[in-house]
């Protein structure tokens, strides 16, 4: 592994290797990938569902909206609406939850059509 020199707030040098070796810290390329993509599918709701449960052992996930309506979705255990929401999947969209992230995850569609496909990796 090469080291880059870097200056801290305290103006002393250290190494990127240095400032990445604290123990809570698992380098990318250590990191054990997902080996397990378990599906599921949630129906459409006009009112707010839980569409991923938290997940402790989440590596990562996917959702698409098979829907003729925009999906909310948030992040967290908000309740979802069409004016709080984390992120809008357009129909026929696909989105990548955010690597690490694992809460629960709510939605609400405009109107109740379709289904969201979930893939959940662990």
């Not at 020199?5 to 123990?23: D, F, K, P, Y």
């Not at 709701?45 to 052992?57: E, I, P």
């Not at 959702?63 to 809008?88: A, D, E, M």
């Not at 939850?97 to 959940?120: C, D, H, L, M």
Request: charged share 5%; proline share 3%.
């Amino acid at each position: 592994m090469t080291n880059i020199s870097i200056t801290n707030h305290a103006g002393s040098a250290e190494t990127i290797a240095t400032r990445l070796s604290g123990s809570d810290h698992v380098p990318l390329h250590q990191q054990l990938p997902p080996t397990t993509g378990t599906l599921s599918s949630v129906a459409s709701s006009a009112t707010d569902v839980l569409v991923l449960a938290a997940n402790a052992n989440r590596l990562g996930a996917t959702i698409f909206n098979s829907s003729t309506q925009i999906l909310y979705l948030v992040l967290g255990t908000t309740t979802s609406s069409t004016t709080v929401y984390s992120v809008q999947i357009a129909v026929s969209g696909y989105y990548e939850v955010p690597y690490g992230f694992t809460g629960q995850i709510r939605g609400i569609w405009a109107s109740a059509n379709g289904s969201a496909k979930i893939t959940e990796l662990t």
